[in-house]
């Protein structure tokens, strides 16, 4: 079996999604933000704010590529993982890759507090959180293998409808 790629924007529901998904399955699961701060031993908001996100986009793709060379697991990326012509490559060899589509307005208001997402701190959350989305809508498509429409639905509906996916693929 190959591997499950969540990918979609900040607040869709990726981390708490693959975990269902991959109890389900009987997969490990993968948060990569997670691997990140482990790896660093500090959160992604202080690689932000102490290092710049070019060195925190490099720590991603770094993660990315150690994937290759595990067993299959269900992994939740993070939202900015796409921007990258090689890490949406790289996405495609480590497993088949699912996009959570979620809408700027329903991300904000699951997300709550941004303080963690340093792309969405500040007052302007809403309005940064549809620019960057409609920046990145297309790249979301274009690394998805399957595109499944998140808005209104609970973490359990979305991974119902994830492991559905599968098994259409498989059928
Ligand atoms: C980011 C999304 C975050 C995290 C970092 C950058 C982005 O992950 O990787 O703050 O560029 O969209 P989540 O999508 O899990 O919030």
Same mark, same amino acid.
């Given at each position: 079996?190959?591997?499950?790629?969540?990918?979609?924007?900040?607040?869709?529901?990726?981390?708490?999604?693959?975990?269902?998904?991959?109890?389900?399955?009987?997969?490990?699961?993968?948060?990569?933000?997670?691997? +990140?701060?482990?790896?660093? *031993? $500090?959160? =992604? %908001?202080?690689?932000?704010? /102490?290092?710049?996100?070019?060195?925190? @986009?490099?720590?991603?793709?770094?993660?990315?590529?150690?994937?290759?060379?595990?067993?299959?697991?269900? +992994?939740?990326?993070?939202? *900015? $993982?796409? =921007? %990258?012509?090689?890490?949406? /490559?790289?996405?495609?060899?480590?497993? @088949?890759?699912?996009?959570?589509?979620?809408?700027?307005?329903?991300?904000?208001?699951?997300?709550?507090?941004?303080?963690?997402?340093?792309?969405?701190?500040?007052?302007?959350?809403?309005? /940064?959180?549809?620019?960057?989305?409609?920046?990145?809508?297309?790249?979301?498509?274009?690394?998805?293998?399957?595109?499944?429409?998140?808005?209104?639905?609970?973490?359990?509906?979305?991974?119902?409808?994830?492991?559905?996916?599968?098994?259409?693929?498989?059928?």
């Amino acid at each position: 079996m190959r591997g499950i790629v969540l990918v979609g924007f900040m607040g869709a529901g990726k981390s708490t999604v693959a975990r269902i998904v991959a109890d389900r399955l009987g997969l490990p699961c993968v948060d990569l933000d997670n691997r +990140i701060e482990q790896r660093a *031993g $500090v959160s =992604v %908001s202080e690689i932000f704010s /102490a290092q710049g996100e070019p060195a925190f @986009r490099e720590m991603e793709s770094a993660e990315l590529e150690r994937l290759l060379a595990e067993p299959p697991s269900v +992994i939740a990326t993070g939202g *900015g $993982v796409v =921007v %990258s012509d090689a890490n949406r /490559a790289l996405l495609h060899c480590i497993g @088949r890759v699912v996009y959570l589509r979620v809408s700027a307005a329903e991300a904000v208001a699951r997300i709550g507090d941004a303080a963690t997402r340093p792309l969405l701190a500040g007052a302007a959350g809403t309005l /940064a959180a549809t620019s960057l989305l409609d920046a990145r809508e297309a790249l979301y498509r274009a690394s998805a293998d399957v595109t499944l429409d998140t808005v209104g639905c609970t973490p359990e509906e979305v991974a119902v409808l994830v492991v559905s996916s599968l098994e259409e693929e498989t059928s």
